[in-house]
């Protein structure tokens, strides 16, 4: 039997429901679902184009891009120790099912699939309720230095 086609709107679909993407992280993720390609699950995209499409400020697409990679819920196709950094530069991302697991996961949230792929995020997530006055960013990363 062949191979089930790949159907772009329920993986999206199923993209947007894994995550655990709130308020302006959760646009930006709509932003990259709405522009990604229609039969594979890649999307090409600046900051500029995305700032242009949310309304967003640069520094807060900067945050939500930076958010979904450490939540998985998108995988840059080129490692970002080879990406050569520049402004206006395109990055193309894998959209990807949090939790799912696979060989396109990153590498460093391979063993965190059992749990969601969201340890990071939950800790944030937990300084946050304990620190009603701080940002989610500035929770973001007193949870990486934990770690």
Same mark, same amino acid.
């Given at each position: 039997m062949a191979a089930k086609p790949y159907s772009h709107a329920s993986h999206i679909d199923k993209v947007l429901k894994a995550s655990a993407a709130r308020n302006s992280v959760r646009l930006v993720l709509c932003a990259l679902c709405r522009m990604a390609k229609f039969d594979r699950p890649e999307v090409t995209?600046?900051?500029?184009?995305? *700032?242009? /499409? =949310?309304?967003? =400020?640069?520094?807060? *697409? !900067? +945050?939500? +891009? !930076?958010? +979904?990679? %450490? %939540?998985? /819920?998108? *995988?840059? =196709? *080129?490692? +970002? !120790?080879?990406?050569v950094p520049g402004r206006g530069k395109a990055v193309t991302y894998r959209l990807h099912v949090v939790g799912q697991g696979g060989e396109d996961a990153p590498p460093d949230r391979a063993q965190d699939a059992g749990q969601g792929g969201r340890s990071l995020v939950a800790l944030a997530n937990t300084i946050q309720a304990e620190n009603p006055g701080m940002t989610f960013s500035d929770c973001l990363t007193a949870a990486k230095a934990l770690q």
């Open positions: 995209a600046s900051k500029a184009q995305l *700032v242009q /499409s =949310t309304g967003y =400020t640069r520094r807060t *697409v !900067q +945050l939500a +891009l !930076q958010w +979904l990679r %450490e %939540e998985g /819920s998108i *995988v840059p =196709t *080129v490692p +970002l !120790q080879d990406f």
